[in-house]
């Protein structure tokens, strides 16, 4: 049963990079339109620019909740690898709590502000505001589990990854 959760998990995981991938061509492809538009046709056009920074919000807040994995983030960790292996699981506790405490604390005017923003649209590409923020709702509830998951695996006795920034990491 661990073995297909976590074949499911695989699974997953490659498809968001997918999606992340599409996001990084959707910026890549209309950067390089409003290029040609504007420097070349001299037809400077805007929705170019509304797709590409819409497209990279997504990546973002889709990549952070989905992609990242917790060994990928930057710290900064000169207190955290010098103190002792219990100490980091504190540190690691204290601060998914407070993040997931933050979270869900904000949660509500997250919603209410999203679901207000139906009765705006994108200005070129004509699209409900509420669906292209959306994605910050689905990065919050990603991060309250990743925390979540972080702080009872810190509090059980799994101690983070260590960090030592002599060393590559490969995968």
Do not use: C
């Not at 297909?4 to 209309?30: C, K, Y």
């Not at 699981?89 to 933050?102: H, P, S």
């Not at 209410?112 to 409900?128: A, G, L, N, P």
Request: glycine fraction near 4%.
């Amino acid at each position: 049963m661990r073995d297909r959760l976590l074949g499911v998990g695989q699974w997953l995981r490659r498809r968001a990079e997918n999606i992340a991938s599409l996001l990084v061509a959707a910026v890549f492809i209309t950067f390089i339109l409003q290029i040609v538009f504007r420097y070349v046709l001299n037809l400077p056009v805007g929705w170019t620019l509304e797709v590409s920074t819409l497209a990279w919000m997504w990546l973002v807040l889709w990549g952070s909740a989905f992609v990242v994995r917790e060994v990928d983030e930057i710290r900064f960790d000169v207190l955290y690898s010098s103190v002792p292996d219990g100490w980091r699981r504190g540190f690691t506790v204290v601060t998914a709590l407070v993040l997931v405490v933050i979270f869900v604390w904000s949660f509500p005017a997250v919603i209410d502000y999203v679901t207000f923003m139906k009765v705006e649209h994108s200005s070129y590409i004509h699209v409900r505001l509420d669906y292209l923020f959306s994605v910050y709702i689905v990065f919050m509830v990603a991060a309250i589990a990743r925390y979540l998951w972080l702080a009872y695996k810190a509090f059980r006795g799994n101690l983070p990854d260590e960090t030592d920034p002599s060393v590559l990491r490969e995968e």
